[in-house]
């Protein structure tokens, strides 16, 4: 009886896969160009977003929620705060590249170097097409094969992870904590 | 054609499990038509609530007792001139009202109406859907940024830290109930929306009801923060009349500031329908275990249909009571017609309970269990849908310092504490 | 006055404006604004969301009434006194006539003061529930407006069936009253005593207890007893801050010795106890009105006086507790038919002051909360 619907798993892939990172490069182009500071940020949320979309493409559905939830959600909202609360009539009549430039384009080109090389040496590490699961398969079932499952993140950081997550508990703890006495006027 | 409707609808399969684009695409256009239905009859509801509660009558005149006012206004609002502020970003000022409205109606691909009526089951729904009703608060600071004015500025401001702060609580009240999920013979609990509900057939109790009373602390919990997400009142205070912030839709005209009541209206509804749907058993009808017999069954049946008919009856009621004058013509042939097409819905539903009721895997047998369940679902909801306009009508609204001092002193703590103690008590019973 | 008690001692309009660069900034709610109940413009002074100090800027609704009662006569001037506090017209028309009453050296007759007191009583309670309704919807509670302006239909219709007004009544005429009490007065009053008394429980239910309402009106828009008398605040503003002084015991005027009721007061003076006055001051105005209303002498309704009222040379003060406080008429006459000046003390005018005092250190949304408890009434602050 599911025949006649099951339409097979990955759908479109390549199509989504360059969709997504099209948007993301495309965001993220616009976050540095942008004069206006909420244009910035709004560019950068949809960079986010498709960063999202392509956590879910690789089977780790409780990282694209969470990448939802804490970054689009809620940092991008507390840059907008700080934006929008900040004087920044000043900033944008600025120049809009500054005299470091040629800097900031070693600095690209570094990078890029270094990616295309970890790219390249480590081709072996990554399969060549495609997973070595069956077509026709739930993309869920796929998920919680590869360990992208909530459950499974769960054991990891409550588990394994544990000391690593308290650390960075500790940091946030520390960090809020500083935001507030520094904006107290009287303790 | 014939069979491909029939083994869909044979399948027990959500339309995103099973891959299928084209029922899910179909499912998405009634799952739109239908909030949009709702954010419409909504707003009659609430003119007509509220004004009852104030000892008045509301609309009256577009339409038999108004019923056609919501119409009206849409149509107001689309005719009115749009206005600009010359001095407002033009493209942010565009975007704003669809980002809310974007983030509050995706929400709705998770929702699940049934065991197998939803867009998509994601493994993750429950997060889906509060991060991406997060999503709205970037609506809602956009728009009053764009603005350009000092007081939707500040009025923003405000209802996206409102919004913000209460979603701490929201969460944590939400894995509260998660942790319920987990209480059953392998240990493992589901973020699934389906799964959830499952879950609570499974254990054959309400999650409300779950070790009294912390399933009834966390679902108050929820209950409160979410008419604060939302910013209804009591917690309207930024988006108030007389108040001098004067909230971040003031700049907008017309058809966009109906998008802005749009996106709220849906919010509403999408919080109400997580609200059902881990504490309130989702689709499960009252009463799944204690009145367990097929007699009960098909008592509870024929609700649907008999709601229906008390509709109908109540709007024949009303055609009766209209003034014979002539003025009132018009109006009483609308509500008879009105009243005609509610009793016919109701003679439908009806005649499904029956011919569901003898043999089990049939047609009418499979329409009367989806029937059902969305049925109980949409109940549920438009029970906590009146709740929103009962608030409205009847408390004054808080100080936005206390509004803040609540969610973080005192949401937060409790929410906290439940969640600690529905672990323990999980555990060891 | 001392420097503390002046509003202008910190408000420095002339400063530059250091809005954006500073927490200070000063906003203006202008005349037009929902909760500012009547054309008030109310500058404020905020130091973030704390504000620092009021100024309020009045007279938008000056209509020069005492200048036109310069060239009216007594009689012509009775219509004219109503429209200052137009939500209780029967009280100003009260204190005027007896004003003129006085310096005239005439008693009005025993009906007509409890005619009077009724009528008094009854526009009493109809600000009361007026103000209720507009207080309560500037907090954020929509509903009990609906409700107090069903009950007040009541007494409108009271007055319509009286004196064929329903706001600005003109009841009185100096001497006594003008008109007899119509067939079914009494029942009608008495109907309305019962039918109101549950009413007034009902609108405490809504809020007396209701936890919001209490965190937004208690401890907000405090003044002390010293400070009430030291600005001459008068009205249930004064009696919430603990001073047990009510003009109707202290002073009495028409009939009101003869009946037998209780001044509420409160402790704090906080926008709480001024709800809490004068819900109790509607409850003893059920009182004042069931004893008159019991016990209406019979006998004529006007008292001896000539037909062109021209008062002998002199002075007079005269003030009457009005729902809103002290309202007090000085009149001058220099022997002629009109008078020479007539001041009105409105109670609103001299509370209005007290706005500065109570709302430093609160934030903006209470402004308005304390606005609203005032009870002020711009048609008698600005004349």
């Known amino acids: 009886m599911n025949s006649a619907l099951s339409a097979g798993a990955p759908v479109a892939t390549p199509f989504f896969f360059y969709m997504l990172s099209g948007l993301a490069v495309i965001g993220g182009i616009l976050v540095i160009t942008r004069r206006n500071a909420v244009h910035s940020a709004l560019a950068l949320i949809v960079t986010l977003l498709s960063v999202a979309g392509l956590y879910l493409m690789l089977y780790a559905p409780f990282v694209a929620g969470v990448q939802i939830i804490v970054y689009a959600g809620g940092i991008m909202v507390l840059f907008l705060f700080v934006i929008m609360l900040v004087n920044i009539e000043r900033a944008s009549k600025d120049r809009r590249f500054n005299r470091i430039w040629p800097i900031g384009l070693v600095a690209a080109c570094t990078l890029m170097g270094l990616f295309v090389s970890a790219f390249v040496k480590g081709r072996a590490l990554f399969p060549d097409r495609g997973m070595p699961l069956s077509e026709g398969s739930n993309t869920q079932e796929i998920a919680k094969a590869l360990y992208g499952e909530v459950n499974r993140a769960g054991q990891y950081t409550f588990g394994q992870y544990t000391f690593a997550f308290e650390i960075a508990s500790l940091l946030l703890l520390v960090a809020i904590l500083g935001a507030v006495i520094m904006t107290k006027k009287k303790i | ?117 939803a867009v998509s089951d994601m493994n993750i729904g429950i997060l889906f859907m509060l991060g ?79 070790f009294f009373p912390l399933g009834f602390i966390a679902f108050g919990i929820f209950a409160i923060a979410m008419v604060a997400e939302t910013n209804r009142a009591p917690f309207d205070m930024a988006e108030a009349e007389s108040e001098l912030t004067a909230g971040y839709h003031t700049e907008y005209s017309g058809l966009r500031w109906s998008l802005f009541m749009l996106a709220e ?83 439908l539903l009806l005649v499904i309970a029956v011919a569901g009721r003898s043999a089990d895997s049939s047609l009418a047998a499979r329409f009367n269990d989806g029937i059902g369940y969305v049925y109980w679902f949409v109940l549920k909801v438009s029970v906590f849908m009146y709740l929103f306009i009962w608030y409205r009508a009847t408390w004054p609204r808080y100080r936005f310092d206390q509004l803040m001092k609540i969610g973080w002193k005192v949401m937060l703590p409790i929410s906290l504490g439940v969640l600690v103690v529905t672990a323990i008590v999980g555990v060891i019973f | 006055m001392n420097d503390r008690l002046d509003p202008m001692s910190n408000l420095d309009l002339d400063a530059p404006d250091t809005y954006l660069d500073s927490n200070e900034l000063i906003i203006n709610m202008g005349p037009q604004h929902p909760a500012t109940h009547g054309v008030l413009r109310v500058i404020l002074k905020l130091d973030g969301e704390k504000v620092l100090g009021t100024e309020c800027v009045i007279g938008y609704l000056h209509r020069g009434v005492e200048k036109i009662a310069e060239n009216r006569t007594y009689t012509m001037f009775n219509p004219y006194v109503d429209r200052m506090d137009y939500v209780a017209a029967v009280s100003n028309g009260l204190g005027y006539c007896e004003a003129v009453e006085k310096l005239l050296n005439v008693e009005a007759p025993a009906r007509a003061k409890y005619i009077r007191v009724i009528l008094t009583e009854l526009n009493r309670i109809a600000s009361h529930q007026l103000w209720l309704g507009t207080h309560a919807l500037d907090i954020g509670a929509m509903t009990p407006l609906f409700y107090t302006f069903r009950d007040r239909e009541e007494i409108l219709k009271i007055f319509e069936k009286y004196c064929g007004a329903r706001l600005t009544t003109h009841a009185f005429r100096i001497g006594g009253c003008q008109y007899e009490t119509y067939a079914g007065f009494e029942k009608d009053v008495k109907n309305f005593l019962t039918f109101v008394a549950p009413k007034i429980d009902e609108y405490e239910t809504l809020l007396t207890t209701n936890r919001i309402w209490l965190e937004r009106t208690k401890n907000v828009g405090i003044i002390s007893a010293a400070d009430a008398i030291a600005l001459g605040v008068t009205g249930p503003v004064l009696r919430a801050s603990g001073v047990k002084w009510d003009l109707r015991k202290a002073q009495p005027y028409a009939a009101y010795a003869d009946f037998d009721f209780e001044i509420p007061i409160g402790e704090n003076g906080d926008t709480y106890d001024r709800y809490l006055v004068r819900m109790a001051e509607m409850r003893q105005s059920l009182r004042i009105i069931e004893q008159a209303v019991n016990g209406i002498p019979e006998g004529p309704i006007m008292g001896k006086v000539p037909k062109v009222i021209k008062p002998p040379v002199g002075e007079i003060y005269h003030s009457i507790e009005a729902p809103k406080g002290e309202l007090g008429y ?54």
């Open chain 3, 330 to 383: 000085f009149i001058v006459s220099d022997g002629s038919t009109q008078p020479y000046r007539i001041r009105v003390r409105p109670p609103s005018f001299v509370n209005l002051q007290a706005l500065d005092i109570m709302v430093r250190g609160l934030l903006v949304a209470d402004v308005i909360a304390v606005i609203g408890t005032l009870d002020i009434v711009l048609g008698e602050v600005d004349r």
């Open chain 2, 132 to 210: 991406v009703s997060s999503l709205g608060v970037l609506g809602i600071v956009v728009a009053g940024w764009a603005s350009n004015s000092h007081y939707p500025l500040i009025g923003a401001l405000r209802s996206s830290a409102q919004m913000v702060s209460y979603e701490v609580a929201m969460g944590l009240a939400v894995v509260s109930a998660i942790v319920m999920t987990s209480l059953n013979s392998t240990g493992t609990g589901t973020l699934s929306m389906i799964g959830i509900v499952q879950a609570q057939q499974q254990q054959g109790v309400w999650f409300i009801f779950k």
């Open chain 2, 1 to 117: 054609m014939p069979n491909f409707i029939m083994s869909y609808l044979g399948s027990t399969l959500t339309p995103g499990q099973a891959g299928n684009q084209f029922w899910a695409l179909i499912y998405v256009l009634i799952i739109f038509a239908g909030v949009s239905v709702a954010v419409i009859a909504m707003n009659w509801i609430e003119r007509k609530a509220l004004a009852h509660f104030q000892i008045r009558l509301g609309p009256m005149r577009v339409g038999p007792h108004g019923l056609l006012q919501p119409f009206a206004d849409a149509l107001k609002l689309m005719l009115k001139e749009d206005i600009i502020p010359s001095e407002a970003d033009q493209f942010v000022f565009w975007v704003a009202p669809l980002i809310g409205l974007l983030a509050a109606f995706t929400v709705y691909t998770v929702i699940p109406f049934g065991p197998s009526q």
């Open chain 2, 265 to 347: 209206y849906a919010a509403m509804i999408a919080v109400s329908s997580i609200a059902v749907t881990l504490w309130l058993g989702g689709w499960m009808r009252p009463f799944p275990n204690l009145l367990h017999a097929p007699a009960w069954d098909f008592i509870f049946s024929l609700f649907p249909g008999l709601t229906f008919g008390a509709l109908a009856a109540i709007a024949l009621l009303g055609t009766v009571r209209m003034p014979s004058h002539s003025f009132f013509k018009i109006q009483r042939v609308g509500l008879a017609v009105f009243a005609g097409l509610l009793g016919l819905i109701a003679l």
